[in-house]
T-cell receptor
Framework: EAQVTQNPRYLITVTGKKLTVTCSQN?????MSWYRQDPGLGLRQIYY???????DKGDVPEGYKVSRKEKRNFPLILESPSPNQTSLYFC?????????????FGPGTRLTVT | SQQGEEDPQALSIQEGENATMNCSYK?????LQWYRQNSGRGLVHLIL?????REKHSGRLRVTLDTSKKSSSLLITASRAADTASYFC????????????FGTGTRLKVLA
């Protein structure tokens, strides 16, 4: 089944404790992206990747890191999480960086930083 | 912020009525897409309209695009209780980046 998976689905952590949220897709998509969703603000793009080893900042990259060493995986790293990073996070992929293709979304990771 | 805006923020209608929601964006685009989200779950793609198209249909969905006004509308006809969800527009800009910009969303509630 074609899908985007994220782990963990729920995470409660403390300020400053490094964490990684994994994202994997099995559709051989080139483009992958991370979003955060906060009430009243919709989805805001954190980082995106056009292909392996090619990443770029979205609208809200501060406090996050990403890497794309393999085509299927695009982990989101919070080196020193803070309470303002409490949010619902979505990973998504699409076949190509450009082009009229839909994005496929993962189920989301609800992160709470205390 | 480059974020798009949608209005209304919330909409409540009776089953069988039509629902219209609007999206405005800020930059030139390649295409505009509409997504649906059921209460905090992942987004599901509904329909895509290219920048050179003005109207598109898919089942009970009708999307229009006015690039001169940088706006789009989504019409859901003959709404059902199962259409209750949040709806978001999303654009990818022609600016040379591959950013993806979402609107703030419209929460639709369809009353049975």
């Amino acid at each position: 089944e074609a899908q985007v998976t994220q782990n963990p689905r729920y995470l409660i952590t403390v300020t400053g404790k490094k964490l990684t949220v994994t994202c994997s897709q099995n559709m051989n998509h080139e483009y992958m992206s991370w979003y955060r969703q906060d009430p009243g603000l919709g989805l805001r793009q954190i980082y995106y990747s056009m292909n392996v080893e090619v990443t770029d900042k979205g609208d809200v990259p501060e406090g996050y890191k990403v890497s794309r060493k393999e085509k299927r995986n695009f982990p989101l790293i919070l080196e020193s999480p803070s309470p303002n990073q409490t949010s619902l996070y979505f990973c998504a992929s699409r076949p190509l960086a450009g082009g009229p293709d839909e994005q496929y979304f993962g189920p989301g990771t609800r992160l709470t930083v205390t | 912020s480059q974020q798009g805006e949608e209005d209304p923020q919330a909409l409540s209608i009776q089953e069988g009525e039509n629902a219209t929601m609007n999206c405005s964006y800020k930059t030139s685009i390649n295409n505009l897409q509409w997504y649906r989200q059921n209460s905090g779950r992942g987004l599901v793609h509904l329909i895509l309209i290219r920048s050179n198209e003005r109207e598109k249909h898919s089942g009970r969905l009708r999307v229009t695009l006015d690039t001169s006004k940088k706006s789009s509308s989504l019409l859901i006809t003959a709404s059902r209780a199962a259409d209750t969800a949040s709806y978001f527009c999303a654009t990818d800009a022609t600016s040379g980046t591959y950013k993806y910009i979402f609107g703030t969303g419209t929460r639709l509630k369809v009353l049975a």
